[in-house]
């Protein structure tokens, strides 16, 4: 089972560039890295996705290191309204269509001024 | 964009009812989860289903049952609801192929009394 193991909880000033990292050792061949952000009362929704090396978005970057057992997501200049939970998923293949899909705890990202 | 909506915000439902869980996507997607959340546990699988008819359990599934009678509706079932099982409950949905991201409801808030 891939599990993830994240910092329960992190705090920002706003416009600071913020580093999470997830744990991820058991982490199969085939399995992505996808990190989900979620607001109070709403469901997560996807930031960034990546196999391997680094990628980037509008809204954030994802580092991944060459064993990939574990992977960063960098929020850059960060703002209040960042503050949220960060979730890290990495899929749990079974050999059919779907994968089992399985969260970790998720990291408190709590931003101010 | 893809809609997952969930049937109701909030429900608060007696200890032994039988409660059903309804998650309605318009995407075509084959994959549906359903998800608790509780607080310091994160995100937690309860079932998903990768085809019509077709079910797989998730890390948590004692006390829950599903149906999938139709490509487009995930119904979550609590047999005999219990207190235990107060919580939020979160649906998602997942594109073809098992890289694709999920795509979150905005969740039932279940009280049970």
């Known amino acids: 089972l891939a599990k993830t193991t994240q910092p329960i909880s992190m705090d920002s000033y706003e416009g600071q560039e913020v580093n999470i990292t997830c744990s991820h050792n058991?982490?199969?061949?085939?399995?992505?890295i996808t990190w989900y952000q979620q607001f109070p009362s709403q469901g997560p929704r996807f930031i960034i996705q990546g196999y391997k090396t680094k990628v980037t978005n509008e809204v954030a970057s994802l580092f991944i290191p060459a064993d990939r057992k574990s992977s960063t997501l960098s929020l850059p200049r960060v703002s209040l309204s960042d503050t949220a939970v960060y979730y890290c998923l990495v899929g749990d293949r079974l050999g059919g269509t779907a994968s089992k899909l399985t969260f970790g705890t998720g990291t408190r990202l709590q931003v101010t001024l | 964009d893809v809609k997952v909506t969930q049937s109701s915000r909030y429900l608060v439902k007696r200890t032994g009812e039988k409660v059903f869980l309804e998650c309605v996507q318009d995407?075509?997607?084959?994959?549906m989860f359903w998800y608790r959340q509780d607080p310091g546990l994160g995100l937690r699988l309860i079932y998903f289903?990768?085809?019509?008819?077709?079910?797989e359990k998730g890390d948590i599934p004692e006390g829950y049952s599903v149906s999938r009678e139709k490509k487009e509706r995930f119904s979550l079932i609590l047999e005999s609801a219990s207190t235990n099982q107060t919580s939020m409950y979160l649906c998602?949905?997942?594109?073809?192929?098992?890289?694709?991201?999920?795509?979150f409801g905005s969740g039932t808030q279940l009280s049970v009394l």
């Open positions: 998602a949905t997942q594109g073809p192929g098992t890289n694709e991201k999920l795509f």
């Open positions: 058991n982490i199969a061949t085939n399995d992505y």
């Open positions: 289903s990768y085809d019509v008819k077709m079910k």
């Open positions: 995407m075509d997607h084959e994959n």
